[in-house]
């Protein structure tokens, strides 16, 4: 297999560039798409070969295609991510100090809740423990329709979680800067926030939603996998990946 | 800095050092180009390039290969003089179907392309009072805030002017002051006159060739761009 880039794996580079962050289906398209554009071969599974070319050529820059999860919708993504910067601090060029002093305590406050998310009621107050320039609340509501934009954020009812592109992207920071409170998933093994948590107080494993949703399709009398309590939560369905066409 | 100091200077530095370097330069470039700002030599000499200044041509050049090789990017100087550069896109845009996904286009590049039609039209050079007529048919009055663009005059007198899209020249000796508009170097890298005479084709229900003269103009210079 040939690791040469073609023209093909720069436009989806640039797609990616434009874009942040793409489902499995539209990357597949956009795949397939390119090839025919450029005239290259293609296999239809063999986007992850295709991919890993373009991250060999990315990586002295300091960026990645890099694949995950949705904690809403369970379907797998591709995110272009920055690896230089794991922290925040790469987003400095779109945000100022105070508008990223925010962001953080919202991180903060959804990692810090049991659901994974938080409310703009309390996003609001947390602005009174500001340390730098304190941000109105008009400007705070600005920052936040921002970030959902820039797809840091998602919003749903004025409930705020971290998006997939966040997820995907910040990852190994969420992990080293939460170390005591972030967890994973017992089922997919990848951090969790938007999940469901055994009450078993001598267990409290968390699960996604959607890995939820796999792991007790049909069975039941739902057990936990770890300490065989029983499963006290509603079992979503299982979302299937044609539903998604459009976002 | 001349070869042999470049060459002194590289002697200095290890591969990964430099390479380090050429990834800090391209991360600008990208982030600037995001916004369609310019890259000022001296600025990026000043908050990027620092200590390794000895180098710079090194550095620049292995940046611009890597623009062409791993991001279909083209680096281009703009203006000799102050020594600004650009990244327009190297790869065919013209495809047989649509993207399936297709990148988020600012809604100003229409605005855009209208204006650079009109002048391009008019041949090369337009006073302003005939730009803003041509907006107002279109109903964009650039006397009032517009849903979409905000301010149009500020978008067309200074930000299409900073991204280089267009120049926005006093006419000399008129009282009161007049202006005129033209291309600026960024639109004459990035935008096909060939397209905008197809459009124009379509527009009018014309052939693209009874301009004769756009016609030879945008024939001529389509493989420079
Ligand atoms: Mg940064
Ligand atoms: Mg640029
Ligand atoms: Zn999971
Ligand atoms: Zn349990």
Same mark, same amino acid.
């Given at each position: 297999?040939?690791?040469?880039?073609?023209?093909?794996?720069?436009?989806?580079?640039?797609?990616?560039?434009?874009?942040?962050?793409?489902?499995?289906?539209?990357?597949?398209?956009?795949?397939?798409?390119? %090839?025919?554009? &450029?005239?290259?071969?293609?296999?239809?599974?063999?986007?992850?070969?295709?991919?890993?070319?373009?991250?060999?050529?990315?990586?002295?820059?300091?960026? #990645?295609?890099?694949?995950?999860?949705?904690?809403?919708?369970?379907?797998?993504?591709?995110?272009?991510?920055?690896?230089?910067?794991?922290?925040?601090?790469?987003?400095?060029?779109?945000?100022?100090?105070?508008?990223?002093?925010? &962001?953080?305590?919202?991180?903060?406050?959804?990692?810090?809740?049991?659901?994974?998310?938080?409310?703009?009621?309390?996003?609001?107050?947390?602005?009174?423990?500001?340390?730098?320039?304190?941000?109105?609340?008009?400007?705070?509501?600005?920052?936040?329709?921002?970030?959902?934009?820039?797809?840091?954020?998602?919003?749903?009812?004025?409930?705020?979680?971290?998006?997939?592109? %966040?997820?995907?992207?910040?990852?190994?920071?969420?992990?080293?800067?939460?170390?005591?409170? @972030?967890?994973?998933?017992?089922?997919?093994?990848?951090?969790?926030?938007?999940?469901?948590?055994?009450?078993?107080?001598?267990?409290?494993?968390?699960?996604?939603?959607?890995?939820?949703?796999?792991?007790?399709?049909?069975?039941?009398?739902?057990?936990?996998?770890? %300490?065989?309590?029983?499963?006290?939560?509603?079992?979503?369905?299982?979302?299937?990946?044609?539903?998604?066409?459009?976002? | 800095?001349?070869?042999? #100091?470049?060459?002194?200077?590289?002697?200095?530095?290890?591969?990964?050092?430099?390479?380090?370097?050429?990834?800090?330069? @391209?991360?600008? &470039?990208?982030?600037?180009?995001?916004?369609?700002?310019?890259?000022?030599?001296?600025?990026?000499?000043?908050?990027?390039?620092?200590?390794?200044?000895?180098?710079?041509?090194?550095?620049?050049?292995?940046?611009?290969?890597?623009?062409?090789?791993?991001?279909?990017?083209?680096?281009?100087?703009?203006?000799?003089?102050?020594?600004?550069?650009?990244?327009?896109?190297?790869?065919?845009?013209?495809?047989?179907?649509?993207?399936?996904?297709? %990148?988020?286009?600012?809604?100003?590049?229409?605005?855009?392309?209208?204006?650079?039609?009109?002048?391009?039209?008019?041949?090369?050079?337009?006073?302003?009072?005939?730009?803003?007529?041509?907006?107002?048919?279109?109903?964009?009055?650039?006397?009032?805030?517009?849903?979409?663009?905000?301010? @149009?005059?500020?978008?067309?007198?200074?930000?299409?002017?900073? #991204?280089?899209?267009?120049?926005?020249?006093?006419?000399?000796?008129?009282?009161?002051?007049?202006?005129?508009?033209?291309?600026?170097?960024?639109?004459?890298?990035?935008?096909?006159?060939?397209?905008?005479?197809? &459009?124009?084709?379509?527009?009018?229900?014309?052939?693209?060739?009874?301009?004769?003269?756009?016609?030879?103009?945008?024939?001529?210079?389509?493989?420079?761009?």
């Amino acid at each position: 297999m040939s690791r040469q880039l073609g023209d093909g794996h720069r436009r989806f580079l640039q797609t990616m560039m434009g874009v942040y962050i793409i489902d499995e289906l539209k990357a597949k398209a956009l795949y397939q798409y390119c %090839c025919e554009t &450029f005239k290259m071969q293609c296999a239809a599974d063999r986007l992850d070969e295709f991919i890993e070319t373009i991250n060999l050529k990315l990586q002295p820059m300091f960026m #990645q295609v890099r694949k995950g999860m949705s904690e809403e919708n369970g379907h797998q993504y591709y995110a272009l991510v920055n690896t230089a910067e794991t922290d925040i601090t790469r987003m400095t060029s779109d945000y100022a100090d105070n508008e990223l002093e925010l &962001f953080r305590k919202t991180m903060d406050l959804i990692v810090g809740s049991e659901k994974g998310t938080a409310s703009s009621t309390d996003i609001l107050n947390s602005t009174d423990t500001m340390t730098s320039k304190k941000l109105k609340k008009s400007e705070t509501e600005h920052l936040l329709t921002r970030l959902v934009q820039d797809k840091w954020l998602c919003e749903k009812r004025g409930e705020y979680t971290l998006s997939t592109r %966040c997820i995907i992207e910040m990852e190994p920071y969420i992990r080293s800067m939460y170390q005591d409170q @972030v967890k994973m998933c017992h089922i997919c093994h990848n951090v969790a926030f938007q999940c469901q948590i055994c009450e078993n107080p001598s267990c409290g494993i968390k699960i996604h939603n959607p890995c939820v949703a796999r792991y007790f399709k049909g069975k039941m009398e739902p057990q936990c996998p770890a %300490c065989d309590d029983f499963w006290p939560h509603e079992i979503p369905e299982v979302r299937g990946l044609r539903s998604q066409s459009k976002k | 800095p001349s070869t042999s #100091q470049v060459q002194r200077g590289l002697e200095k530095l290890t591969p990964a050092q430099v390479d380090q370097k050429t990834a800090e330069v @391209v991360q600008y &470039f990208l982030m600037k180009d995001q916004k369609k700002i310019p890259v000022r030599r001296a600025d990026l000499v000043k908050y990027v390039v620092k200590d390794y200044r000895t180098i710079y041509p090194e550095i620049i050049k292995r940046a611009a290969r890597t623009f062409e090789q791993v991001f279909g990017l083209k680096l281009v100087e703009i203006d000799p003089k102050h020594h600004m550069y650009i990244l327009v896109n190297n790869l065919e845009t013209a495809t047989s179907r649509a993207a399936p996904v297709e %990148c988020p286009t600012n809604p100003k590049m229409g605005l855009l392309f209208v204006i650079l039609s009109v002048i391009f039209m008019k041949g090369g050079t337009v006073k302003e009072n005939l730009i803003w007529n041509t907006l107002k048919k279109l109903r964009v009055d650039p006397g009032q805030k517009h849903e979409e663009f905000g301010d @149009v005059k500020k978008v067309v007198t200074d930000e299409f002017v900073r #991204q280089k899209y267009l120049e926005y020249l006093r006419i000399p000796h008129t009282e009161p002051v007049e202006y005129e508009f033209r291309w600026g170097p960024r639109a004459d890298a990035e935008v096909s006159k060939a397209r905008i005479l197809e &459009f124009m084709g379509k527009l009018h229900e014309q052939d693209p060739r009874s301009w004769t003269q756009q016609y030879r103009e945008a024939h001529a210079t389509q493989n420079s761009s």
